[in-house]
């Protein structure tokens, strides 16, 4: 599985971003997807996360009620809709995918396979 991620870019605060994510293969709808980031002088850290079919998700308190995560299997694309974003979301975000077949969301990286090359994301204040 390869993955892409893009629609980083720069916003002030309050403002919103999609960001995108393609994969490449077969088993995208197989595979869970979720969403990380990373702050300059940060550990990496999990944003959202996301079943094969969509109908569970899981976000980091930090982002509840701003960020939804959502997929679309047929274009094997999973997307991170952010919303009133703050100066504190400022990171590169990475998608990342879970081996194929595994179906219990995790929380960690190393709980993912398959990364992405990361977005940045600049949230001015």
């Known amino acids: 599985v390869q993955l892409q991620a893009c629609g980083g870019g720069l916003v002030q605060a309050g403002e919103s971003l999609r960001l995108s994510c393609a994969a490449s293969g077969r088993t995208f709808s197989s595979n869970i997807m979720g969403w990380f980031r990373q702050a300059p002088g940060k550990e990496r850290e999990f944003v959202a996360a996301i079943s094969w079919s969509g109908g569970t998700t899981r976000n980091a308190d930090s982002v509840k009620g701003r960020f939804t995560i959502s997929r679309d299997n047929a274009k094997n694309t999973a997307y991170l809709q952010m919303n009133s974003l703050k100066a504190e979301d400022t990171a590169v975000y990475y998608c990342?995918?879970?081996?194929?077949?595994?179906?219990?969301?995790?929380?960690?990286?190393?709980?993912?396979?398959?990364w992405g090359q990361g977005t940045l994301v600049t949230v001015s204040s």
């Open positions: 990342a995918a879970r081996s194929t077949g595994i179906t219990v969301i995790a929380t960690t990286p190393s709980g993912y396979r398959y």
